[in-house]
């Protein structure tokens, strides 16, 4: 429930979706990475969409990353 809630807030918030992978295809590969992403709870706040959210929002998204990549 956590991942599913930083998702959406994530989204919501910039536009974008927090875990991305390099490659455009979606492929065995890329799957493999974006899940290697959300287990590492690497995702980032950077570029344009992030400039005008507040802190406290911010910080509220990476407290959940952080209980979601405990639950995986």
């Known amino acids: ?4 809630l930083l998702l959406f807030q ?3 918030l910039s ?4 875990f991305q992978c390099q490659e455009k295809s979606l492929t065995h590969t890329s799957a493999e990475e974006i899940m290697h992403k959300i287990k ?3 995702f980032s ?3 344009e969409a992030w400039r ?3 802190p406290q929002a911010k910080d509220l ?3 959940e990353a952080g209980t979601s ?4």
């Open 40 to 42: 590492q709870g690497d």
């Open 1 to 4: 429930l956590m991942l599913v």
């Open 15 to 18: 536009g974008q979706v927090p």
């Open 45 to 47: 706040f950077g570029g």
């Open 61 to 63: 998204i990476q407290g």
């Open 10 to 12: 994530y989204t919501m």
């Open 52 to 54: 005008n959210v507040s």
């Open 69 to 72: 990549s405990l639950l995986l």
